[in-house]
């Protein structure tokens, strides 16, 4: 298999939607205490992804980083749409974080990554969000009494911008690939997603 090939297994090894705390959220099945408290929780991971996308923009040549500098910002700005969605549900997006929480963000924002490492992080990220941010958008507009721009903005803008950065983001590491050491790089990606599950898992056992 080629380094694309192996990315989809370890996405689809890592998949989320098949989470059991997204499946009950899909289901209707979260009480809006739940729905509160990964609010709270997520809001790191959106912190972190922000620092990811910094951090790739500081480690690359001149010729990137000004385009890199854009999509951190970018991604910097979408810490206040999540705060947006936490306060509608709720939540509190500057709650303590949970040990599993706290591993997602050590796995999404490693400042020692090279750009390439860090491109992939990010690649395996948000080429997943389109998915992730449609089927939750609908469980919250069928389920939780949300309305569609009323508290769903996150989600409404990284159904469709996330498309745009993963093939982006697909196109930088494409043309650094030769030589790669491809081990490490899917590696790199299987933590991020790793990182994602491990967060789903500390919301979803905190209710026991």
């Known amino acids: 298999m ?3 090939q192996r990315l989809d297994v370890v996405a689809d090894r890592w998949n989320v939607l098949s989470h059991p705390f997204y499946t009950r959220w899909s289901e209707g099945d979260l009480s ?3 729905l509160a408290f990964y609010s709270g929780q997520y809001a790191r991971a959106v912190d972190a992804l922000a620092a990811a996308s910094r951090h790739a ?3 690359a040549p001149d010729d990137l980083a000004e385009e890199l500098r854009e999509h951190a910002a970018e991604e910097e700005a979408h810490r206040a749409l999540w705060r947006g969605f936490a306060e509608a549900a709720g939540g509190d997006a500057d709650a303590d974080a949970l040990p599993e929480t706290l591993e997602c963000v050590d796995a999404w ?3 020692d990554r090279d750009l390439l490492p860090a491109l992939v992080a990010l690649y395996a990220i948000e080429s997943a969000q389109p998915a992730i941010s449609d089927t939750k958008r609908a469980g919250l507009i ?3 009494g949300f309305s569609a721009g009323n508290g ?3 989600f409404d803008v990284h159904v469709v911008r996330d498309v745009e950065h993963a093939q982006h983001g697909r196109e930088l590491i494409e043309n650094r690939l030769d030589g790669a050491d491809v081990d490490a790089l899917i590696a790199e990606a299987e933590r991020v ?3 994602n599950w491990k ?3 500390g919301v979803e056992n905190a209710r026991d």
């Open 2 to 4: 080629d380094f694309w």
């Open 32 to 34: 809006s205490d739940e």
């Open 57 to 59: 923009a500081d480690v």
């Open 109 to 111: 924002y490693d400042d």
């Open 142 to 144: 069928e389920h939780y």
């Open 152 to 154: 769903t903005e996150y």
């Open 193 to 195: 997603l790793q990182g």
């Open 199 to 201: 967060l789903l898992d």
